[in-house]
């Protein structure tokens, strides 16, 4: 299975911390569907993101290793998060998101990322608040 290309960051505006500096978008049905399915743990390490949108809710069969997920809205703001998500689970859907934010375990409490904060994403040469 081929890993799509790394495009951009993550950034909390609200605590000045880095989520991530190598953001892969998952923005089609195959990508959306396939997300970090059947990776190796190595390839999605500290610093490593994948943004799914439109996206309300995720699971994680056939991943092979624990991650953390951000639930963003329209406007970036995290409104809900899931910690050390286990292989073969299925995560809440939440009407409030508009996109979801997968991170490599431990990431939310490494950087102090709570529900509330401001999340920047910046897709290549682009700067989005969570959709806009």
């Given amino acids: 299975m081929s890993v799509p290309e790394s495009t951009g960051y993550v950034l909390n505006r609200s605590r000045s911390a880095m989520l991530a500096t190598r953001l892969t978008v998952a923005d089609t049905h195959w990508s959306r569907f396939l997300g970090l399915m059947g990776r190796d743990p190595t390839t999605f390490a500290d610093g490593d993101a994948l943004w799914i949108t439109p996206c309300r809710g995720v699971h994680t069969f056939a991943m092979r290793f624990p ?4 639930y963003l809205d329209r406007e970036g703001v995290v409104v809900h998060m899931e ?50």
């Fill in 83 to 132: 910690r050390n998500l286990r292989p073969w689970r299925v995560a809440p859907v939440r009407l409030k998101a508009a996109s979801v934010l997968e991170l490599p375990d431990n990431t939310l409490k490494a950087t102090g990322t709570d529900v509330g904060d401001r999340v920047e994403i910046s897709v290549g040469a682009t700067r989005k608040e969570g959709m806009r």
């Fill in 67 to 70: 991650i953390d997920v951000a």
